[in-house]
């Protein structure tokens, strides 16, 4: 059994995420990444892990949200199958693995995204910051 340690959960959210910021030059796109992160735990929570990787293919007009959606599977990945150097739950193959899976694998596969998905909501509130300015 893998035990999870919740400053690895931390830290590869906040290199991911950091990445994901950092490859977006133009700094608009910022506040719907950020958005995005933000309301990862509320839409797996209200709709599952399941509806949340269909939703991955219905981004496709909303680049920067796809992104973060990506994003957080890539680190799911990375957490829940660290020894396979693919991404397991990338793209349609992903929500094969998923719907695959036993009840009790989905459920603790779940309960892990849910962690993940608070750090990226923490994360995106600390990256995505907004300078406040000086208006003397």
């Known amino acids: 059994m893998i035990n999870y340690d919740p400053r690895k ?3 590869k959210v906040y290199t991911n995420l950091k990445d994901v910021k950092d490859s977006t030059q133009d700094s608009k796109h910022h506040d719907e990444q950020k958005n ?4 990862l ?3 797996i929570a209200t709709w599952g892990l399941l509806r949340l990787k269909g939703e991955d293919a219905a981004l496709v007009n909303q680049a920067q949200k796809q992104k973060v959606v990506r994003c957080f599977f890539k680190t799911l990945s990375q957490l829940v ?3 396979d150097r693919s991404n397991p739950l990338e793209g349609l193959p992903g929500l ?4 695959q ?3 009790s694998e989905y459920l603790g596969v779940t ?3 849910l962690q993940v998905a608070r750090e990226f909501s923490f994360w995106a509130e600390s990256l995505y910051a907004k300078q406040k300015t ?3």
């Open 9 to 11: 959960i931390s830290i």
């Open 36 to 39: 995005q992160a933000v309301e």
């Open 41 to 43: 735990y509320t839409y």
């Open 81 to 83: 199958f660290p020894s």
């Open 96 to 99: 094969d693995r998923l719907t």
């Open 101 to 103: 899976m036993s009840a």
């Open 111 to 113: 309960g892990v995204a």
């Open 134 to 136: 000086n208006n003397v």
